[in-house]
């Protein structure tokens, strides 16, 4: 791997000889610091969180990721800091204090990763009252419990003015074109769409939330990986009166904070999605093209009638979400072809809703995921994950729905029941998933009968 350099705690560091395919959490262990943790090499632990330094306005935020799921070349011109990096003149930082003070550590293992959510909250831009306890929701503790933990978060006040907010003054990083061995970010989507093309094994790489898992647990190996994040063509959002288009490369947490009018079903949905860790690094665009059927932007999508905008080497197409999934994690993409924006058309249903289902409400992989709508014109939107090899709408169900009423909506289950073959795992059974559908759709109508009946 050819050499690179980055900001590390405030130091310019240089890596060399390392395997494109190391994580940034195994390189900092190998760095000696040993501060951040490997609990579950999957990003659902939180152990191993560090911030990076990225663009807020005209200056800069602390955004906790897990390290777990970075892959070192990625941070190659880019700015980081680990828990060994906060204390100072033999003080700890606040966000140690705390929860010292508040007894929120026992074993330790933990702590680290709590620390650095806490941290970025406590110095999040435009903060205002106390810190948000949900900042550090991607940090699981197995010993402490969460009680002192919340109380830790919210005994901080606004964060000290030491070198920590400075930096904030400033820009971060900008994310620019960068090529290593078995490693390749391209500046422009032109120069992506070569690169793709005179690679044609490549495997495309965005967030990393999902590839790194592939890499950590499954021993996965790609010859060549080649990244969007430098693509400003997939970090645009605009609204207008007809549509909303959102780039496929923003993040779950960009897409939030650009996003603050968005409707209910949408805001409502965003912290079902895995956790702030994750959302700070999913993209849309990745969660779509990685065709999981339990992935959690797709039911949502499919119900908003979404359409994907593509490009490759024979330009650009428009097709819509419900024809792009093929078969188990495979969809319809040509070779050299990848997704720039998702589009959504307006006007947004009468009414719609997102439904999880897991053994966690937050921070969980679902077992079912619905979303159900109901179109201005009376048309209906029956999308689920989980029930089938692919995110599925049901057209005949939708039929069904013409009318909203009891007898409509049995009608629509028993087209469920006859549709759809769930699999069974160690998450449901198959009769588990189809009674969750059912019922899912009962549990809308009930909620929104006088709505959808009017």
């Known amino acids: 791997m050819n050499g690179f350099e980055f ?24 760095q000696g610091l040993t501060g951040s ?56 930082a606040d966000s140690q204090r705390a929860i010292a003070e508040h007894g929120g550590s026992q074993c330790g293992y933990c702590t680290p990763g709590f620390v650095m959510s806490l941290f970025a909250e406590q110095y999040r831009p435009g903060r205002g009252g106390k810190c948000d306890p949900h900042a550090m929701a991607g940090n699981l503790c197995r010993c402490t419990g969460y009680r002192p933990l919340r109380d830790a978060a919210l005994s901080l006040g606004p964060p000290p003015d030491d070198d920590f907010r400075v930096r904030l003054s400033r820009p971060a990083p900008a994310m620019t074109a960068f090529d290593c061995d078995g490693f390749l970010r391209p500046g422009n989507l032109a120069d992506c769409l070569s690169k793709m093309a005179a690679c044609p094994d490549a495997k495309i790489i965005a967030g990393a939330t999902d590839l790194a898992v592939e890499a950590n647990l499954r021993g996965q190996r790609w010859p ?9 063509e997939l970090k645009r959002f605009e609204e207008t009166e007809r549509y909303v288009e959102i780039g496929a490369g923003l993040t779950l ?20 999605f895995a956790s702030p860790l994750i959302r700070n690094r999913a993209t849309l665009g990745g969660n779509l093209a990685t065709a999981s059927p339990i992935g959690d932007a797709a039911p949502l999508l499919l119900a908003l009638d979404a359409e994907l905008r593509i490009a490759g ?26 997704i720039v924006s998702i589009v959504l058309p307006k006007p947004f249903p009468l009414a719609a809703k997102f439904y999880k289902v897991a053994k966690r409400r937050m921070d969980d ?9 109901v179109r201005h014109d009376g048309g209906a939107r029956v999308a689920l994950g989980g029930v089938a090899a692919t995110p599925v709408r049901i057209p005949a169900a939708e ?14 289950q028993s087209i469920l029941a006859d549709t759809l073959r769930p699999l069974t795992d160690h998450r449901g059974s198959a009769d588990y998933r189809l009674a969750m559908a059912q019922t899912l759709l009962q549990k809308f109508f009930a909620e929104h009968v006088e709505q959808v009946a009017a």
């Open 365 to 373: 992989i679902s077992t079912v995921a619905a979303c159900f709508s």
């Open 7 to 30: 900001m590390l705690n405030g130091r310019r560091t240089g890596a060399h000889g390392a395997a494109s395919s190391i994580t940034l959490l195994d390189y900092l262990r190998g």
């Open 313 to 338: 080497p024979h330009g650009e197409r428009v097709l819509p979400l419900a024809s792009f999934f093929k078969r188990y994690r495979v969809t319809v993409l040509d070779d050299g072809e990848l």
């Open 224 to 232: 060549m990986l080649i990244s969007t994040e430098a693509l400003v």
């Open 37 to 92: 943790k490997e609990g579950c090499a999957e990003g659902e632990c939180g152990a191993c969180t560090v911030v990076v330094v990225k663009q807020n306005g005209s200056g800069s935020e602390y955004r906790p990721v897990n390290s777990c799921l970075l892959l070192l070349p990625m941070l190659a011109g880019q700015e980081l800091y680990t828990v060994e990096a906060l204390a100072a003149n033999g003080r700890l």
């Open 399 to 412: 039929d069904a729905l013409e009318t909203w009423n009891e007898a409509a909506i049995h009608h629509a």
């Open 253 to 272: 947490s960009e897409i939030e904070r650009y996003w603050p009018l968005a409707p209910a079903v949408i805001r409502e949905w965003f912290p079902l």
